[in-house]
Antibody, heavy 119, light 107 residues
Framework: EVQLLESGGGLVQPGGSLRLSCAASGFTFSSYAMSWVRQAPGKGLEWVSA????????YYADSVKGRFTISRDNSKNTLYLQMNSLRAEDTAVYFCAKNGYNTGWYDYWGQGALVTVSS | DIQMTQSPSSLSASVGDVVTITCRAS??????LNWYQRKPGKAPKLLIYAASSLQSGVPSRFSGSGSGTDFTLTISSLQPEDFATYLCQQSYSSPQTFGQGTKVEIK
């Protein structure tokens, strides 16, 4: 059974940093691209970032480019999102999602981690 | 960015009803359209990918159709467990974008 479990969410002040983790199990982690998708309060889902199976290629939404870094440790079956220079508008539930093989859809999602940016 | 517009934003239906939800893209996306189900406190669930392919394990009462800019999700006989919010997503171009959702409520 595929499982994705996010951790690392919490309250952080504007300008601060936070690192989210997503522990994956139930599939060959290194074979699949992984993504982060977020949902701000009262808003729709927004794709944030993606990384290839090897970790060699990364993609970012314009809204987070230069501030967020996606990475993965295939030896630990874990996906990360390092978030720096956080802003109030980054407040959201962040979902870890597994991409279908060589596809742009997400066949499994985690339950989400809440990140609140507030002073 | 490609804008995805769903209609209606919400609907009320009864068990056994046929439910149809529409998703329109602001530009052509071929068949790169996916549908998800969301329930409160639960992870989103993929229902349909590539416009009309049923994800493994998803009941056959769910179906998708369309190509280009106009797409439809149909639930052929609404079941109690289907009351949820349904979202479309385009995976044609980056950034991938989602519709705002259609909430299916009990009549």
């Amino acid at each position: 059974e595929v499982q994705l479990l996010e951790s690392g969410g919490g309250l952080v002040q504007p300008g601060g940093s936070l690192r989210l983790s997503c522990a994956a199990s139930g599939f060959t982690f290194s074979s699949y691209a992984m993504s982060w998708v977020r949902q701000a309060p009262g808003k729709g889902l927004e794709w944030v970032s993606a990384v290839s199976g090897s970790g060699g290629t990364t993609y970012y939404a314009d809204s987070v480019k230069g501030r967020f870094t996606i990475s993965r440790d295939n030896s630990k079956n874990t996906l990360y999102l390092q978030m720096n220079s956080l802003r109030a508008e980054d407040t959201a539930v962040y979902f870890c999602a597994k991409n279908g093989y060589n596809t742009g859809w997400y066949d499994y999602w985690g339950q989400g981690a809440l990140v609140t940016v507030s002073s | 960015d490609i804008q995805m517009t769903q209609s209606p934003s919400s609907l009320s239906a009864s068990v056994g009803d046929v439910v149809t939800i529409t998703c329109r893209a602001s530009q052509t996306i071929s068949s790169y359209l996916n549908w998800y189900q969301r329930k409160p406190g639960k992870a989103p669930k993929l229902l349909i990918y590539a416009a009309s392919s049923l994800q493994s394990g998803v009941p056959s009462r769910f179906s998708g159709s369309g190509s280009g800019t106009d797409f439809t999700l149909t639930i052929s006989s609404l079941q109690p467990e289907d009351f949820a919010t349904y979202l479309c997503q385009q995976s044609y171009s980056s950034p991938q974008t989602f519709g705002q959702g259609t909430k299916v409520e009990i009549k």
